[in-house]
């Protein structure tokens, strides 16, 4: 399992990083916006953080799936994209609906409604780019 951290495509982890960024900001900016506002129930603040922090998820996101990809062999976009699936529905719905039950989300299933398909999308969109490159 180790030693397939050194089988990873770096170039390819960047370029899954790239675009699961890229279609978080659409997401957000253009997908569900103000709703997701709604659902934090406080106005974003514009900033460094708003950025840096969610880039730096998402490259964990994406080297721990072209790792876990790697050690388990997958071939193939089908194989590939059902990975990213399983990752998104097994993990990260989860862990986006466990961080919003607590007393600061004031609605957390709406909170998770908005994340969650930017997530499972997320994952697919990126496993299937790092095994195309």
């Known amino acids: 399992?180790?030693?397939?951290?050194?089988?990873?495509?770096?170039?390819?982890v960047l370029a899954g990083v790239i675009v699961f960024f890229l279609l978080g900001g659409l997401w957000f900016q253009f997908v569900v916006g103000k709703a997701y506002e709604a659902a934090l129930g406080v106005a974003q603040k514009e900033g460094l953080?708003?950025?840096a922090g969610p880039l730096?998820?998402?490259?964990?996101?994406?080297?721990?799936?072209?790792?876990l990809m790697a050690a388990l062999g997958l071939e193939g976009l089908q194989a590939t994209a059902g990975f990213g699936l399983i990752v998104g529905l097994g993990y990260l719905l989860p862990m986006t609906l466990n961080i919003a039950i607590?007393?600061?989300?004031?609605?957390?299933?709406?909170?998770?409604a908005l994340n969650a398909?930017?997530?499972i999308?997320?994952?697919?969109?990126?496993?299937?780019v790092i095994r195309l490159i």
């Open 1 to 12: 399992m180790l030693t397939s951290f050194l089988d990873i495509n770096w170039l390819a």
């Open 49 to 51: 953080l708003s950025l």
């Open 56 to 67: 730096g998820c998402l490259c964990v996101i994406t080297i721990a799936n072209a790792w």
């Open 102 to 112: 607590n007393p600061l989300f004031p609605r957390p299933f709406y909170y998770t």
């Open 117 to 119: 398909p930017f997530f």
């Open 121 to 128: 999308g997320g994952s697919v969109l990126s496993c299937v």
